[in-house]
């Protein structure tokens, strides 16, 4: 990503954040804010305002980076709606609508996209008491929820954060329950994989569309 902002790299033919424009587009979004900072004029010159793509996008600029939720901090205009945030990184096939009626159904003030994820010991595992061998487990699988980088935020929540600061968005939730606001997860089943690293774009360019 030295010469390419990580958005930008192509997955069948496509930047990986035209794959979560289209797919939001389909699922009836129409507007769109995007956040840049590293080689922004790259995603800015392709994207441009969104018409040639049916949609309309703009742009907030970061003069420094301000991690997964900073940019939040300089919005012009705050929605008066729910917003849904979503990683530059994330392809997936969730069902927006059905993630925002999660987030009405429950009163959420902020709702995270999670996902069951499942990692294996590559090997065997001795269970000791003091020094004492008591049993052995061949290879086990830990379950874990892990943050899948897609959320629903009240705009009330933006009022929480200092202007032009910082911010990853698992702060904005642990901020948000500090205050006695109403924190949800959603599950997300289905297509969804994180390109953040090289094995994982490599994985996302193999799969079939």
Same mark, same amino acid.
């Given at each position: 990503t030295e010469h390419c902002p990580k958005p930008m790299l192509e997955v069948h033919g496509k930047p990986v954040l035209e794959h979560?424009?289209?797919?939001?587009? *389909?699922?009836?979004?129409?507007?769109?804010?995007?956040?840049?900072?590293?080689?922004?004029?790259?995603?800015?010159?392709y994207f441009g305002d969104g018409s040639r793509f049916g949609v309309a996008v703009s742009y907030l600029k970061e003069e420094t980076p301000l991690g997964t939720a900073g940019c939040l901090t300089i919005l012009k205009k705050v929605p008066k709606l729910p917003m849904i945030v979503v990683n530059g990184d994330v392809l997936t096939d969730?069902?927006?609508?059905?993630?925002?009626?999660?987030?009405?159904?429950? &009163? *959420?003030?902020?709702?995270?996209?999670?996902?069951?994820?499942?990692?294996?010991?590559? =090997?065997?595992?001795?269970?000791? &008491?003091?020094?004492?061998?008591?049993?052995?487990?061949?290879?086990?699988?830990?379950?874990?929820?892990?943050?899948?980088?897609?959320?629903?935020?009240?705009?009330?929540?933006?009022?929480?954060?200092?202007?032009?600061?910082?911010?990853?968005?698992?702060?904005? =939730? &642990?901020?948000?329950?500090?205050?006695?606001?109403? *924190?949800?997860?959603? =599950?997300?089943?289905?297509a969804w994989l994180d390109i953040g690293r090289p094995d994982d774009l490599r994985l996302a360019r193999m799969q079939t569309r």
């Open positions: 979560i424009i289209l797919k939001a587009k *389909a699922k009836g979004f129409s507007n769109f804010i995007v956040s840049t900072h590293h080689l922004g004029d790259v995603i800015e010159g969730v069902n927006y609508a059905d993630m925002l009626h999660h987030h009405e159904k429950y &009163e *959420a003030n902020v709702t995270m996209g999670v996902r069951q994820h499942q990692i294996q010991n590559p =090997f065997g595992v001795v269970v000791l &008491e003091n020094l004492d061998i008591v049993g052995f487990e061949e290879k086990p699988v830990y379950d874990s929820v892990v943050n899948a980088g897609i959320y629903v935020l009240d705009p009330k929540v933006i009022d929480l954060l200092d202007k032009k600061s910082r911010y990853d968005m698992p702060e904005v =939730f &642990e901020r948000a329950i500090e205050k006695g606001l109403t *924190a949800t997860a959603f =599950f997300i089943g289905g």
